[in-house]
């Protein structure tokens, strides 16, 4: 029965800690071709995923962080023609539909952890 409790908390510690997001990093005339290059592990403390369209069609996708979004959301864009979307769950921006709607996706890892934890201390 130890077992299973230091089984059951190092999974728990480890849906907590997890390892940093991964987006896709790329630049591309549309999303196809920029996903070819494939997707990254962000820095630690990145905590979203961009997609920054152009007026010609073109995207950037990379990791970028929730502040940025927040900022880009609320003044707009000061280029004309360009537009921020932002996600927050691993390679969320492979499509352009990149959005806040993505956050939940975090929570439930939280609220997922919790959950764990919480049967530990009744089977204990």
């Not at 230091?6 to 999974?11: G, K, R, S, V």
């Not at 920029?34 to 950037?60: E, F, K, L, T, Y």
Request: hydrophobic share 35%.
């Amino acid at each position: 029965m130890w077992l299973v409790h230091t089984l059951l908390l190092l999974a728990l510690l480890r849906i907590q800690e997890g390892s940093g997001l991964q987006c896709f990093s790329c630049v591309g005339s549309n999303d196809e071709e920029c996903n070819r290059q494939g997707a990254q592990q962000c820095p630690r403390d990145s905590d979203a995923c961009a997609i920054m369209r152009g007026q010609s069609g073109g995207v950037m996708k990379s990791c970028s962080y929730k502040s940025f979004c927040d900022r880009a959301l609320r003044e707009g864009s000061k280029a004309s023609g360009v537009s921020v979307r932002c996600c927050f769950s691993n390679n969320c921006n492979s499509s352009s539909q990149g959005s806040s709607s993505h956050i939940a996706a975090s929570y439930i890892r939280i609220l997922l952890a919790l959950t764990l934890g919480f049967c530990i201390l009744i089977i204990s």
